[in-house]
């Protein structure tokens, strides 16, 4: 699996130090942290970025546990999943929709909708890029569901594209991850692409 990692291995996170960060921060860029409106913004700034970054501590088999044997064998495709994530060059947000589609495996087995859904957000509730993020929903699913195909294809807008640098509000970038009989079957991929584009 992509740049995994063990969520057991990691602190808990540190509230206070980020409190601390959160206030050189705001001398650094010239504002004093003790004024009337900064004076509680490093604690909300910690608890948010607790919210945020929750996904380092989770893992995608905490979520994927659940599997029903339905003897399904065609298609399952979940669309517009919300995807929240923070860009790690910049440390601004992302944001948009991901969709995920499965060919369940030789049994039949499927697992909960909502459970996709976690699963977008243990990986997008990370400092992240796109790409890392589209590979290992996939990645995932292919290593707990073992699914006979799999394909996500995430769409976001990038604030480090919007609020500084090229300044280019609207434009998304667009990945894709396949795996399995959806990356060796064009047919099959091109059902898949048709029912995530077609509305």
């Known amino acids: 699996m992509a740049e995994s990692h063990d969520a057991t291995d990691l602190p808990p ?13 705001l001398y650094a860029v010239g504002e004093d942290p003790d004024r009337e409106g900064l004076k509680d913004t490093p604690a909300r700034v910690a608890r948010a ?12 088999e905490s979520v994927l546990t659940t599997t029903f044997d339905l003897g399904h064998d ?4 979940v669309k517009d999943i919300e ?3 923070v860009c790690e060059h ?3 947000p992302f944001t948009g929709s991901a969709h995920i589609g499965y060919i369940p495996n030789d049994e039949g087995q499927i697992t909960g909708l909502s459970k996709l859904a976690r699963l977008v957000d243990v990986f997008a509730k990370r400092p992240q890029v796109q790409e890392r993020l589209t590979s ?6 292919v290593e707990i569901l073992k699914p006979r195909g799999v394909i996500v294809v995430i769409e976001c807008e ?9 300044r280019k509000p609207g434009a998304k970038t667009v990945t894709s991850a396949v795996r399995g009989q959806l990356r060796d079957s064009s047919t099959t991929r091109a059902e898949a692409m048709s029912l995530i584009i077609g509305g």
Request: hydrophobic share 50%.
């Open 158 to 166: 990038h604030l480090c594209m919007t609020m500084r640098g090229v």
């Open 13 to 25: 996170f540190d509230h206070g130090r980020a409190e601390r960060a959160i206030r050189e921060l």
């Open 83 to 85: 995807v929240w994530s």
């Open 74 to 77: 065609e298609m399952v495709l």
């Open 49 to 60: 970025y607790a919210e945020m970054f929750a996904g380092l501590r989770m893992t995608p």
């Open 136 to 141: 290992q929903i996939a990645d995932s699913m």
């Open 90 to 92: 910049h440390l601004v």
